[in-house]
């Protein structure tokens, strides 16, 4: 609990209105590859006029490359590495959800390196090679609370030819500039305010149960997971609750920071797995489907009794005593932000493929599941898909 290595070079900038002030601050180039979704809520919204106005007054000239989907994959990846060298990009400027911000660290490093992205990825059927190079400076402007990827240098990128969702990242690929404008989350619909603010919550629950907590991560994820539970109900019902969306950006962000300090857990090896076959799964909808079920395992192990116990007085139950009342909490929120009945099925898994889903999850992300307080074996891992089943 007492040893830990903290190291973020990223110059954070959190608040309100923060985006007004990004023409103020020093660029790490002249010529950014402005990087965001193929959606059009940035455009829609404002927030990409907003931006390319700021990189103007900061004296940079922007070239846009909007392909990224909801689920990032390899081809595209590439298509941005080849874009940001054709045009001389030299950083890129990441606008938009977790899915942007984790392509960033990825085309980052592939329009300096070559060859192809999964010659660096390590896991699954990824060759595991050291990059050579440094990746182009990053800055993000997330317009989401969800990922905490604005602070870290990891992100998820799936192949579809060989059915992998990988973590990607490396230490030198860290945001050199994060910029965290809560108004910027202010339209963002219930159903994925709701997705988005579960997927913060479980990197700092994961955290908790993770055998690698510390005291700092400890600390930072109790704050997170306390403002998540009593805020995000709130912003699910009302998405200009402008308090509300500060408090559970708060909580997103710093779960980039306890990522960093301690690792999450196999539940997000296990929603890789399920999102990689199933690509129209959005990465928050499946961690809630598998949440009580992978918690219950740990509870009836009696792995990590105390750090259940913590989080559950976090979410407000102020007189559990026990593992369980994890539970309790967990099953309310759920119920509060109108995502208790979440159906596997409804996305085309099917209860056959559970087995199928925790080989995967080992495979292509073997790594998290060190990171559990007790033995997850593929069994166990099946045995809560199956669980979870609906």
Known sequence: ????????????YFGSGMLGKLGELPMPGKNAMLLTSCGKSAKANGYLDRTLEQLQKAGVRAELFDKIMENPIREVVMEGAAFAREHGCDFIVALGGGAVLDSS?????????????????VGGTGKALPLKNKGLPIITITTTAGTGSEMNCWGVISNLETKEKIGFGDPMLNPVMAIVDPELMLTVPPKYTAFQGFDALFHNTEVMMSKGVNIMSEAIALSAIENITKYLPRAVNDGSDLEARERIAYGSTMAGITMQLTSTTAQHSMEHAMSAYHHNLPHGAGLIMISKAFAEYFIEKHACDAQFIKMARAMGVETADKAGDFITALTALQKACGVADLKMSDYGIEKSECM????????????????????LSDEDCAGIFAKSYK
Do not use: H, K, Q
């Not at 609990?1 to 954070?12: A, D, E, G, H, V």
């Not at 199928?356 to 033995?375: K, Q, S």
């Open 356 to 375: 199928t889903l925790a080989v995967n999850a080992r495979e292509t992300m073997g790594g998290l599941f060190l990171a559990n307080p007790c033995e």
């Open 1 to 12: 609990m007492m040893s830990f290595n903290f190291n973020s070079p990223t110059n954070l």
């Open 105 to 121: 660290v990825a085309i980052s490093a592939m329009a300096t390196n070559e060859g192809d992205l999964w010659d660096y990825v």
